[in-house]
């Protein structure tokens, strides 16, 4: 698994339980990708955020690439400035990354995480 996901990936049963109710009434067309595309503007919905129009046609992946994913997934210890770069290297803007961020703690973030990124910034904005 990536480093900076380790042990946080979670929810895929949910997925697969919406993938087979799907699958059973039009196969092979709506992928998962799709899937969590419109469940993740529906759960910002439901808790009072915008609303957005979901293009749809995303296709699943079958391959990975962990350094890929190493590289290029933010992890939570990094400081607010490789947070920005790592996001910026994506084509994402600041303003998208306090989004998907808002979004990615829905329910609860642990204190534990947000101490250590105060903590790993310094004046220069450099990891520590």
């Known amino acids: 698994m990536a480093k900076p996901n ?6 895929f049963d949910v997925i ?10 039009c196969p092979g067309v709506v992928s998962c990708a799709d899937i969590l595309a419109i469940t993740s503007r529906d759960s910002v919905v439901i808790l009072g955020g915008p609303n957005w129009n979901v293009k749809l046609g995303r296709r ?17 210890s990094n400081s ?14 600041t303003k998208d990354m306090v989004a998907l961020s808002g979004a990615h703690t829905i329910g609860q973030a642990r204190r534990r995480s947000l101490l250590e990124l105060d903590e790993n910034e310094d ?3 450099a990891d520590d």
């Open 80 to 93: 607010l400035s490789t947070l920005i770069s790592k996001f910026s290297a994506q084509g994402l803007s």
């Open 60 to 76: 699943d992946s079958t391959t990975a690439s962990l350094s890929g994913a190493n590289n290029n997934i933010p992890s939570p």
């Open 6 to 11: 380790n042990g946080s990936v979670r929810g």
């Open 123 to 125: 004046d220069d904005g």
């Open 16 to 25: 697969d339980n919406i993938k087979s109710a799907v699958e059973n009434v």
